[in-house]
């Protein structure tokens, strides 16, 4: 059994421990046991600590019938006492961010009977599972009263009540077990079961913000951020913000009703587009000069229908094919070819292998897409016979 410094206080960040064991693990690593540790080892949707340990990286810990592991970068020596160092910054973040999700699950259970089936936490947010569904009012709600605890700057205290008194107790994530059960408790905010390290009290939450909510598994799966994580997005979203305003000419708050206004504008132009596109198109068909022999036609930005209308129209234009194009030599081209006098249903084949692609069709008219250029495709239909 190794002694959990993490648990007499989170605070320590250094720690002087003996070597119990080292064992060499996985690619190069090693695995070491200590008399003690102030290193969180990974358990309850938390990742375990980082740091350093002897001059050693600490790259996991993990915990395994009450003795915990530290998987380590280099050899340490058994008997040894050497100093262990947390990597600070990520620990409190996690403590600040772990403890937020205690009062915003105490919230949700104390007042909608919702309990938090899922608790994960990576380096970018935490999520929280219900058991329930939630509106945007609701999650407000929580919100709002998550960050006024963190304002009146309440204590976290933890206790270990013996059998008896567990008994008695109403608090979140009952256990089975009835001994050595770690109580978090915010007084008259939440009393909840937990193992991990937590501030010691809610004003260094500093900021609690649910930033997502989707509906998961007959509840809602919430993604939460608070502290520095909070206040780094909070600076993120506020440049983000700024930008588009100064984009837009307008004020940030009136960024949104802006960036509506531009999207209709598109919208509007679009369909403009649309029918200016149809009348030029009217009159390049009308334009289409009498061929003896086969017409062959680029029309940037077409889709199959125009196409297909080219070459309705140039086909009674021509003695041979008509072969109409949209795209680009990068990417491609779609085509419609259409024949009054050629076959070309028993042609689509030959047509598409020469110019790198695929299609079919009737003796009418083929269409399909090829991966030729527009150089080889000109050469190639004005050749086709
Ligand atoms: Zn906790």
Not at 181 to 192: H, K
Request: net charge negative; proline share 3%.
């Amino acid at each position: 059994m190794t002694q959990l410094l993490y648990n007499e206080s989170a605070y320590q960040k250094e720690f002087a421990a003996v070597v119990l064991s080292c064992i060499p693990g996985e690619n190069g690593t090693f695995d070491v046991t200590l008399d003690k540790t102030a290193f969180f080892p990974e358990q309850g949707g938390q990742y375990a600590d980082r740091g350093v340990l002897g001059g050693a990286d600490v790259l996991d810990v993990q915990m395994k019938n009450g003795t915990v592991i530290h998987t380590v970068s280099a050899p340490l020596t058994p008997g040894k006492t050497v100093t262990g160092n947390i990597e600070w910054d990520t620990r409190y973040d996690r403590m600040q961010n772990h403890t937020g999700e205690h009062i915003l699950s105490g919230f949700l259970h104390a007042e909608y009977g919702y309990e938090n089936v899922g608790f994960h936490m990576n380096d970018d947010f935490l999520t929280l599972d219900t058991t329930g569904e939630l509106t945007w009012e609701q999650l407000s709600a929580a919100e709002d009263y998550a960050n006024r605890i963190v304002r009146e700057n309440f204590p976290i205290v933890v206790s270990y009540p013996d059998a008896a008194e567990l008994e008695m107790l109403d608090y979140r994530s009952k256990l089975e077990l009835s001994e050595d059960v770690r109580i978090v408790t915010i007084p008259g905010v939440d009393v909840c079961a937990c193992c991990a390290p937590h501030v010691a009290y809610t004003g260094e939450i500093g900021l609690v913000k649910i930033v997502d909510a989707i509906r998961y598994k007959g509840g809602m799966r919430l993604t939460v951020l608070c502290g520095e994580r909070a206040r780094r997005d909070y600076v993120t979203k506020h440049a983000v913000l700024s930008d588009i305003a100064v984009t837009l000419c307008t004020k940030p708050e009136e960024a949104a009703a802006g960036v509506a206004r531009l999207q209709n504008q598109i919208y509007t132009l679009k369909g403009e587009l649309a029918a200016v596109r149809r009348e030029l198109l009217s009159y390049k068909i009308a334009a289409l000069p009498e061929t003896d022999g086969n017409l062959c036609i680029f029309e940037e930005g077409a889709d199959n229908s125009t196409l297909r209308s080219i070459v309705n129209a140039g086909t009674e234009k021509c003695t041979g094919i008509c072969a109409a194009f949209s795209g680009n030599d990068t990417d491609g081209y779609l085509f419609v070819i259409g024949a009054k006098n050629v076959p070309l249903r028993a042609r689509a084949k030959e047509i598409t292998t020469a110019l790198g692609g695929r299609g079919g069709g009737s003796d009418a008219m083929i269409s399909g897409s090829v991966r030729a250029s527009a150089e080889t495709i000109r050469a190639y239909i004005a050749g086709f016979c």
